[in-house]
């Protein structure tokens, strides 16, 4: 299993998830949290998303499954692995990371036996453009809950008049939610259905800051009704939401059939780029020649995708 992974795994993942894990562990090592219910309630909720973020996916389900007993064994290693880290933390948060790895893994193994589908039944309702397929797709109850999660945080930032912790939430969370949603990939044929390149720019654009505009309406309206006198800073996150979102539909045609990750690190990079750019005035032109540059490498793959019939996805 360890072979399998670590020939599965491309090299920048370790990288960069080795340079994360050294940072926790050094913080980790030196910071004295008490063990309270709120740290407690945090230790758990990252002890699960680190589960799942590094050990459970579909592919790897599947074959622990065809191990039978053998694969409860692997599983159990896995989040012994993912729990190991909060040791430097405190014995208790351990203890409580052990004891929640022990509910996770019961619960997998009881959904394995009744046949249940680890992922959501459910199907919330769409606010969404309809021709806009990837607000419908994989992310459409993932969006419902950010766009949930969102409201609650603002709701209690609001009531105690904390600005930076509403701002704070109201960019993260866009972020994360537009770009769960931009990462993933259509086929070739429905890219194709497009007559020219200019006609399917214009469309994904629009589609774009559509949908946009209706993830943020609302908590955008919240922060302006609560913090009238920080209009600015709230219109300024919002225009920063909408570059992002426009430019994830410029990348992630420039990265077709790449690698999430890798197209996820060149986002992060541009964007740190472009900010330091921006920040400055005489950095400005050249972020418009980075921008510039960018749509003309988007244009050559737009021209690719729609024009040959070799590319496979």
Request: aromatic share 16%; charged share 10%.
């Amino acid at each position: 299993m360890l072979r399998r992974a670590f020939r599965e795994i491309p090299l920048p993942y370790y990288l960069f998830f080795g340079a994360g894990l050294w940072v926790f562990l050094y913080n980790a090592a030196h910071a004295a949290i008490p063990f309270t219910p709120r740290y407690a309630a945090a230790a758990a909720c990252a002890y699960v998303a680190l589960y799942v973020g590094f050990f459970r996916n579909q592919k790897r389900a599947l074959f622990l499954r065809q191990l039978g007993s053998a694969g409860a064994l692997f599983s159990a290693m896995d989040m012994l692995a993912c729990a190991l880290p909060f040791l430097l933390v405190g014995i208790f948060f351990f203890l409580l990371t052990l004891a929640v790895g022990a509910l996770c893994l019961m619960g997998e193994r009881l959904m394995a036996k009744c046949g249940a589908r680890s992922a959501l039944p459910w199907v919330m309702p769409s606010v969404f453009l309809k021709p806009s397929y990837l607000w419908h797709s994989q992310s459409r109850p993932y969006l419902t809950l950010y766009w949930i999660f969102l409201g609650v945080v603002l709701f209690f930032a609001c009531k105690h008049a904390n600005f930076n912790l509403a701002i704070v939430a109201f960019c993260s969370v866009s972020a994360i939610a537009i770009t769960s949603v931009m990462l993933q990939q259509e086929s070739i044929s429905f890219i194709r259905q497009y007559c020219n390149i200019r006609h399917f720019t214009a469309s994904m654009l629009l589609e774009a800051c559509a949908n946009t505009t209706l993830f943020l309406l609302a908590p955008a309206a919240c922060l302006l009704a609560a913090f009238p006198l920080l209009w600015k800073a709230t219109a300024l996150a919002t225009l920063a939401i909408y570059y992002l979102s426009a430019n994830l539909q410029l990348i992630r045609v420039l990265f077709w059939g790449v690698s999430p990750f890798i197209t996820l690190l060149f986002v992060g990079i541009f964007l740190y780029v472009q900010g330091i750019l921006i920040y400055s005035a005489y950095g400005i032109p050249v972020a418009l020649l980075f921008q510039y540059l960018l749509y003309k490498k988007y244009y050559s793959s737009a021209k690719r995708l729609l024009c040959h019939a070799n590319v496979e996805r």
